[in-house]
T-cell receptor, first 110, second 115 residues
Framework: AQSVTQLDSQVPVFEEAPVELRCNYS??????LFWYVQYPNQGLQLLLK??????LVKGINGFEAEFNKSQTSFHLRKPSVHISDTAEYFC????????FGSGTRLQVQP | NAGVMQNPRHLVRRRGQEARLRCSPM?????VYWYRQLPEEGLKFMVY????????ESGMPKERFSAEFPKEGPSILRIQQVVRGDSAAYFC?????????????FGPGTRLLVL
C-alpha cells in the first residue's frame, strides 16, 4: 500500500519570499514521485517528477524538489514566489495510477 | 496538438438521474485514467482503461458507476441514480503507453452537482 501526506493544508507567504511545501510518502516498494499544480477551476499540470538518478529535480516555473529516501520525503521548493504561483499543489506517488496527497493551498500575498 | 478534452465542464443533475461524463484523450494516447476530487480533498483514483479494456477498477464504487473506452470515440464515465455525495469534480488523464514513468496529462475536469 502507498500513501502520501502533505503536512500543510495552507501556506501563506509574501511575494518574493521563499517557500517549501512538504510531502512525505509511504510505500513498500520503489515509487515514482510527482508534483502537480492546480489553478482554480482547472485541471492538474505537471510541475516536476522524480523517476531515478539525481535527487534534486528541477521543474517548470522555477520550482524544484528534493527526493530524500531515508526520510521518505519529496518537498517542493521555490526561492522566490510570485502572485501567479497562488494555486493548489499536489504531491503524488505512482505505481499504476497516481495516489495524491490532500493538497497544499499556496497563498502568495503582495 | 489538443490536450485532454472533457465535456461537459459543468453538469447539474437531480437525485436519481444519470450522469455521463466524456473524456477525449490527447492524440496518440490510448491509456485513460479517471479520478474524482471531492471538495477540499485531493484526487482519488477510480479506474484505468485502455482501448476496449478495463485494466484497473480498484477505485470505482461497486454500484452505480461504470466506465468504458470504446475502440472509437471518447471514454465515458457513467453514474447511474446519482446521489448528493456524487457531487465532485471528475478528472480524466491520459498517457501514451501507460508506463509508470510516463506523465499523465489531465483534462480540465467535469464538475458534477447533484441537487
Amino acid at each position: 500500500a502507498q500513501s502520501v501526506t502533505q503536512l500543510d493544508s495552507q501556506v501563506p507567504v509574501f511575494e518574493e519570499a521563499p517557500v517549501e511545501l512538504r510531502c512525505n510518502y509511504s510505500s513498500s516498494v520503489s515509487v515514482y514521485l510527482f508534483w502537480y499544480v492546480q489553478y482554480p477551476n482547472q485541471g492538474l499540470q505537471l510541475l516536476l517528477k522524480y523517476l531515478s538518478g539525481s535527487t534534486l529535480v528541477k521543474g517548470i516555473n522555477g520550482f524544484e524538489a528534493e527526493f530524500n529516501k531515508s526520510q521518505t520525503s519529496f518537498h517542493l521548493r521555490k526561492p522566490s514566489v510570485h502572485i501567479s504561483d497562488t494555486a493548489e499543489y499536489f504531491c503524488a506517488v505512482r505505481r499504476r495510477a497516481l495516489t495524491f496527497g490532500s493538497g497544499t493551498r499556496l497563498q502568495v500575498q503582495p | 496538438n489538443a490536450g485532454v478534452m472533457q465535456n461537459p465542464r459543468h453538469l447539474v443533475r437531480r437525485r436519481g438521474q444519470e450522469a455521463r461524463l466524456r473524456c477525449s484523450p490527447m492524440k496518440g494516447h490510448s491509456h485513460v485514467y479517471w479520478y474524482r476530487q471531492l471538495p477540499e480533498e485531493g484526487l482519488k483514483f477510480m479506474v484505468y482503461l485502455q482501448k476496449e479494456n478495463i485494466i484497473d477498477e480498484s477505485g470505482m464504487p461497486k454500484e452505480r458507476f461504470s466506465a468504458e473506452f470504446p475502440k472509437e470515440g471518447p471514454s465515458i464515465l457513467r453514474i447511474q441514480q446519482v446521489v448528493r455525495g456524487d457531487s465532485a469534480a471528475y478528472f480524466c488523464a491520459s498517457s501514451s503507453l501507460g508506463g509508470l514513468d510516463e506523465t499523465q496529462y489531465f483534462g480540465p475536469g467535469t464538475r458534477l452537482l447533484v441537487l
